[in-house]
C-alpha cells in the first residue's frame, strides 16, 4: 500500500541579506521565453544579521519543479545572489534561508512575485506583513491549492511571519477563500521555568527567533519564565555557563503559557544522601545491602537538627538527612537502615526499593522530595464559544437565522490543560425560544468556572436573501459562510466530460431563488460559473459557485491527494457517513503476493484506500480493505471489515509534545506487541 504523507509546514522568522548588480547590467542567462532569472536589487540592503555566513534560496511555483540556490555567501548580511531559470507566471514565493553553519538555520523570511522572461529584480525582504503574505502562499502551495491566480490581502495587522498559523488558514482557505487572514495572526507566549532550585549562574533560551535569554541570578523555589517566545515547538537550552546541561522540547500555545518543568542545577547530582522522618529520640544506623558495613553513626532525634535539608526538599520540617557520599557514592548497591527508638530494641530491618539517595517517611521509600506538591494550573477561563463551527467569542446571547433549525455548541478553553463540557452540545430550536446551554471550564487544580449561553432562533425576516445551501448534483458543496458570496466545488470522473446540476435552498422560505445556468456540461480541465440570485421582499442578493472538473483514467488506481484531496469537514458518527469525496489515498485491491493464498492461514494484510474527515474535536480516519474471500476480487472497490487481517496503528506528526519511540506501558515495542498477536495460539502464521 502506498503510505499517505502529508507535510505540515511550520517555518522561523527574520533574516539578512543581499546586494547586487546594477540590473541594466544583468540579463537572464537562458533564452527560454518560458524562463526568468531573479535579481535581488544591490540599492538595498535586506536585513543585516550579522550570525549569518550563508543562505540558502528556495522558489516554489504552482506544479512546477522548486529552484533552489544553496551556500549562497553572505557577509555582514549582503552577499550577491541571482536565481536562474525560474518558471514565468503570477504568485512565485520565494524562500530566504540564513544559516550559522551547514544544516542549521537561523531565520527564514517569504516573500512572493511574479515572475517574467529575462530579468526579475525584488526589493527589501523583511520580516513583517509580507514574509507572513508569502508564507501564507506557500501553505497554501502546500495545501495544493493553484496560487497563480490569488490575491491574498488584509495581513497587516500580523507583525512577524512566525506570528501567523499559515497552515490554519490554508486549512479554511480551502473551503472559504474570503476567509481573513487577521483570523490567524497570533501573540507570542511565555514559558515557564518550575523548577530551578540551585539554579543561580544558569542562563536558558529557546531556538524560536523572536524571544531573548533568561538570567537567573539567584536560587529560587519558585517558577521564573521568559516572555516574548513564538507560537510552535522548540528546543529549549540550560547553560552552567561551561556547558548545556539540559536540553528538551516545549510547545508555546499562541498568547499562553507553557511549563518546562525540569530540574536545573541539580544539588543532588552525584551524591548519596539518606532522609529519614521519623519520632523523637530515635537513633537510625545503615549498611550497604552485602557488607552490612556502617555508614553513619546513630542519629539521635534530640540533637540531630534539619541542616540544610531545605535545600533539597519542599516541606523539611520533622526530616533528618545524612549526606555519605565519600562512603557510598560509587557504590550501586542498596541501602539497608535500621531504626532504634531510645532505650528500645531494633524495630527492623528496612531495605531501601532503589540505590543511592533516598528518602524515608518510616512507611514508603521514594526516590524523590515526597513533600514537592506539582503546581497545577488553577486557570478556567474560556477562550471562546462556537456555534456551529463559528466562533462568537464569549457572547452570552446569540442569535442565529430563520432557517437554523438545530445547533451544535463547542468551546475553548484558554489553558490546555483544562477540560470543558457543554451541556447539552446539541439541541433543536423553535423560533423565538431561547436554548440554555451550560458550559463548565474545569482547571487541573479542580478550579471550576462556569458560563451560561442562550441561542435564539431569530423570526424570519421578510428581507432574508442569505442562503442555507448550495447542492451539485444533489450533494452539498459544505457549511457556506455567513458573510461569502463566491464559492467553489471541484469534480472528477473517468469521462471526457460531467453534467453538473445546482439546486440551492435561501434561509427564507419567502425567497426566490433564480440560478443561471441550472445545469451545464463541463469538460476535462475546464471550469463553470453558476450564478445565484436570491430576491425576497424589497432585498436582493447575488453569489456565484465555480465548479470544475478532472478526468482521471480508469487505470489510475494509486494515487495520493488527487486535485488536493484532504479530505471533509464532517463529524463521523457512523460507518454509513463515509464517502468517496473524503478519499486522499489510493491503491490497486490485492497487489500482494499473500492476496491470493487464500484461507485463515494467510490473512490479508493489504490496504486498497485511505479516507479522512475532521470537525472542532476529532480528526477521523478509515482504511478498506481488499475482500479477497467474495467472488468478485479484482474490481479495486471490494471491501469487507473482516478479523482476519493484521494489527493496524496510526502514527501522527502534529509538530507538538514529545515524540515517542514505540515503547508500551508494559515494557514491549510496538512490533513486539504486534508479534505476538501473529504468533497467538491458533494462528499458524
Not at 3 to 15: D, E, P, T
Not at 41 to 61: C, E, L
Not at 153 to 182: C, E, I, Q, R, W
Not at 198 to 225: H, N
Request: some cysteine; aromatic content about 8%.
Amino acid at each position: 500500500m502506498k503510505k499517505l504523507v502529508k507535510i505540515i509546514g511550520g517555518l522561523f522568522c527574520a533574516l539578512m541579506m543581499f546586494g547586487c548588480s546594477d540590473l541594466a547590467e544583468l540579463n537572464s542567462d537562458s533564452g527560454d521565453e518560458s524562463l526568468g532569472t531573479l535579481y535581488f536589487d544591490s540599492k538595498s540592503r535586506f536585513v543585516d544579521v550579522s550570525k549569518i555566513s550563508n543562505a540558502t534560496v528556495k522558489v516554489y511555483s504552482y506544479g512546477k519543479k522548486t529552484v533552489q540556490k544553496d551556500g549562497v555567501s553572505v557577509n555582514g548580511g549582503k552577499g550577491t545572489l541571482s536565481v536562474e531559470n525560474i518558471p514565468v507566471g503570477k504568485n512565485r514565493v520565494i524562500e530566504i534561508s540564513g544559516y550559522k553553519t551547514a544544516g542549521v538555520p537561523v531565520k527564514i523570511l517569504y516573500a512572493v512575485t511574479d515572475i517574467n522572461p529575462g530579468a526579475n529584480s525584488i526589493g527589501t525582504i523583511k520580516d513583517g506583513v509580507d514574509s507572513a503574505k508569502g508564507k501564507a502562499y506557500l501553505a497554501l502551495l502546500n495545501a495544493g491549492v493553484d496560487i497563480s491566480s490569488v490575491a491574498l490581502s488584509g495581513f497587516d495587522g500580523v507583525s512577524s511571519a512566525y506570528l501567523f498559523d499559515a497552515d490554519g488558514f490554508a486549512a479554511s482557505y480551502k473551503t472559504n477563500s474570503s476567509v481573513s487572514a487577521a483570523t490567524y495572526a497570533q501573540t507570542t507566549g511565555t514559558v515557564k521555568f518550575t523548577n530551578i532550585k540551585s539554579a543561580s549562574g544558569y542562563s536558558v533560551w529557546i531556538d524560536d527567533p523572536l524571544s531573548g535569554k533568561l538570567s537567573i541570578d539567584s536560587d529560587s523555589t519558585t517558577s521564573s519564565s521568559l516572555s516574548g517566545v513564538a507560537p510552535g515547538s522548540w528546543k529549549v537550552y540550560v547553560n552552567d555557563g561551561s556547558a548545556t546541561k539540559v536540553v528538551g522540547t516545549v510547545t508555546v500555545p499562541s498568547g499562553d503559557s507553557a511549563d518546562f518543568d525540569t530540574l536545573i542545577g541539580n544539588a543532588l547530582a552525584g551524591k548519596t544522601v539518606i532522609f529519614v522522618k521519623c519520632a523523637a529520640n530515635t537513633n537510625l544506623y545503615a549498611w550497604t545491602e552485602t557488607s552490612k558495613t556502617e555508614l553513619c553513626g546513630a542519629w539521635s532525634g534530640t540533637t540531630l537538627t534539619t541542616k540544610a535539608t531545605s535545600d533539597y526538599m519542599n516541606d523539611p520540617s520533622g526530616w533528618y538527612m545524612v549526606d555519605v557520599t565519600e562512603k557510598y557514592g560509587s557504590s550501586t548497591e542498596k541501602i539497608k537502615i535500621i531504626l532504634i527508638p531510645q532505650g528500645g530494641s531494633q524495630s527492623g530491618d528496612l531495605e531501601s526499593n532503589i540505590a543511592g539517595t533516598f528518602w524515608y517517611d518510616g512507611s514508603k521509600f521514594y526516590d524523590s522530595d515526597p513533600t514537592t506538591v506539582p503546581t497545577l494550573d488553577s486557570n478556567a477561563t474560556l477562550k471562546e464559544i462556537k456555534v456551529n463551527g463559528t466562533s462568537i467569542g464569549l457572547k452570552t446571547e446569540y442569535e442565529v437565522p430563520f432557517g437554523t433549525k438545530e445547533v451544535t455548541v463547542t468551546a475553548v478553553a484558554n489553558s490546555a490543560k483544562a477540560t470543558v463540557s457543554v451541556s447539552p452540545s446539541a439541541d433543536d430550536l423553535v423560533v423565538g425560544e431561547p436554548k440554555s446551554f451550560l458550559i463548565t471550564v474545569t482547571a487541573q487544580d479542580g478550579t471550576v468556572k462556569t458560563y451560561s449561553l442562550f441561542v435564539i432562533r431569530k423570526a424570519e425576516d421578510p428581507n432574508d436573501v442569505t442562503l442555507s445551501s448550495i447542492n451539485v448534483n444533489g450533494s452539498s458543496i459544505g457549511a457556506l459562510s455567513s458573510s461569502g458570496t463566491s464559492f467553489k466545488k471541484s469534480l472528477s470522473g473517468s469521462d471526457d466530460s460531467c453534467s453538473v446540476s445546482v439546486t440551492a435552498e435561501a434561509s427564507s422560505s419567502s425567497a426566490e431563488i433564480t440560478i443561471t445556468p441550472k445545469t451545464a456540461t463541463i469538460t476535462d480541465g475546464k471550469s463553470q460559473v453558476f450564478t445565484i440570485t436570491v430576491k425576497n421582499g424589497s432585498a436582493s442578493a447575488t453569489y456565484t459557485l465555480t465548479v470544475d472538473y478532472t478526468k482521471v483514467e480508469a487505470s489510475q488506481y494509486y494515487w495520493t491527494n488527487k486535485n488536493g484531496a484532504v479530505g471533509v469537514n464532517k463529524t463521523i458518527k457512523a460507518l454509513a457517513d463515509w464517502d468517496e469525496s473524503m478519499k486522499v489515498a489510493q491503491a490497486a485491491a490485492c497487489d500482494t503476493p499473500r492476496a491470493w493464498l487464500g484461507g485463515h492461514e494467510y490473512p490479508d494484510p493489504d490496504l486498497y484506500a485511505i479516507f479522512a474527515a475532521w470537525d472542532d474535536t476529532n480528526l477521523y480516519l478509515m482504511v478498506e480493505i481488499p475482500n479477497v474471500d467474495g467472488a468478485d476480487t479484482v474490481d479495486n472497490d471490494q471491501s469487507y471489515a473482516g478479523s482476519q487481517f493484521l494489527p493496524m496503528g496510526w502514527v501522527l506528526n502534529t509538530g507538538k509534545g514529545v515524540a515517542g519511540d514505540g515503547a508500551l506501558v508494559d515494557g514491549n515495542s510496538v512490533w513486539q506487541k504486534a508479534l505476538k498477536i501473529i504468533k497467538a495460539p491458533g494462528l499458524s502464521c
